[in-house]
């Protein structure tokens, strides 16, 4: 198959609420939404970057650069007999895993489309449902967090995990337990700790959490090692982890015991697919983050976590509890039992509903196979 066309949109989708973490917060969600055709068929991704590099260093800005200039005339140039092909064809560029992902992610979903089958059939994932959790930001007090946290639970998430950072942890963690005795709680940092912190951080064990996600530098794994020796509860790496080989270098050093997988982050579902090998081969769990995709994102991570080293609830809320009004119908929803169904149609199995793109995107362009 050689690639005809790639289109890319800048949509923005108000937050129903404002999201907030260690590193910032947000009002709204912008993204690149790419569209790769063949043949007269088209698959679609969305990029995970941010309009900000507070997460990981990649933006909307830098992903429209790499892709116009480097990603996308490479993919024009390829002959591709399977869509695991395409990120170790782009591997020249370095970095950028979020741009790569995109352009990737766009060619499974349209190989999907092709084929006539579901993403997680291509995957070699399964059908029926995955177990959603919800990621809970900082919010203005305890007492606000544990209404937030009462509203999730009631909706019928199967494990919280709470946005932490330094001055608003430990109390708050307290908090939450009390009230929630036996709830599946995690907490993350986003890399708003050192290793000085290791002693405080340590406070935490106390809990019974299911894990501490990314306490340390965004890109470190040594002393993400030192501080899980010390350390009862297991350490789960996010930003850290950008390839297959990152996630078998931090699980042999001892870097954490958990990774969160966003293929968005790892250049795309190849890249996921090495992680979640690197995983079950050592034993470890893995889970799907989330980056308050929209359902076309939030579908792909759907299709993604029905593979089955995917053993704990993933960041995968429903779409209408970040926004008033998704890109897809119907829109992702989680039942009373805090379950998401895996779509049977043909790629992410829902369809995106083009007014309401066209009306959220301020800026497009298209490239055509020289
Ligand atoms: O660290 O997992 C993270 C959102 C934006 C950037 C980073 C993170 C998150 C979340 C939200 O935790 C997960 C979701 O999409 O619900
Ligand atoms: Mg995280």
Request: charged residues 25%; hydrophobic residues 45%.
């Amino acid at each position: 198959m050689r690639i005809d066309r790639v289109e890319v949109r800048r949509v923005t989708l108000p937050l129903r609420f404002p999201f907030e973490t260690s590193f910032g917060r947000a009002t709204t969600k912008q993204f690149l939404l790419l569209s790769v055709s063949a043949d007269g068929v088209t698959g679609h991704a969305e990029c995970v970057a941010d309009t900000d590099p507070f997460y990981l260093p990649e933006t909307n800005a830098t992903a429209l650069h790499v892709l116009r200039d480097f990603l996308v005339p490479m993919a024009f140039a390829l002959e591709i007999g399977h869509p695991c092909e395409v990120l170790p064809a782009l591997s020249r560029v370095r970095g950028h895993e979020m741009a790569k992902a995109a352009l990737e992610m766009a060619v499974w979903e349209l190989w999907a489309r092709r084929e006539g089958i579901p993403l997680w059939r291509l995957l070699g994932g399964r059908g029926g449902e995955i177990e959603a959790g919800v990621s809970v930001g900082l919010q203005r007090d305890a007492s606000a967090l544990l209404e937030k946290i009462e509203t999730e639970v009631l909706a019928g998430y199967r494990r919280v995990k709470i946005k932490i950072k330094p001055g608003r942890d430990v109390a708050l963690v307290e908090a939450v337990r009390a009230r929630f005795p036996r709830l599946p709680l995690m907490v993350d940092a986003n890399s708003a700790y050192t290793l000085q912190d290791a002693e405080h951080l340590a406070l935490l064990d106390r809990f019974s959490l299911m894990m501490v996600e990314q306490p340390l530098g965004w890109d470190d794994i040594v002393d993400h090692a030192a501080l899980q020796k010390r350390l009862a509860t297991p350490l789960c790496l996010d930003e850290s982890i950008r390839s297959g080989d990152d996630a078998r270098r931090a699980l042999e050093i001892g870097a954490c015991r958990v990774v969160n997988v966003k293929a968005g982050r790892v250049g795309g579902f190849a890249g996921a697919l090495a992680v979640h090998e690197a995983c079950r081969a050592r034993g470890a769990p893995v889970w799907c983050g989330g980056m308050l995709e929209s359902g076309i994102g939030r579908l792909a991570n759907v299709h993604l976590q029905t593979l089955p080293g995917f053993t704990l609830p993933g960041d995968t809320a429903a779409s209408g509890r970040y926004f008033e009004e998704d890109l897809v119908d119907p829109p992702v929803v989680v039942s009373a039992e805090g379950r998401v169904a895996v779509p049977e149609g043909p790629g992410i199995g829902h369809a995106i509903v083009w007014p309401r793109v066209e009306r959220a995107s301020d800026l497009s362009e298209a490239w055509r196979r020289p």
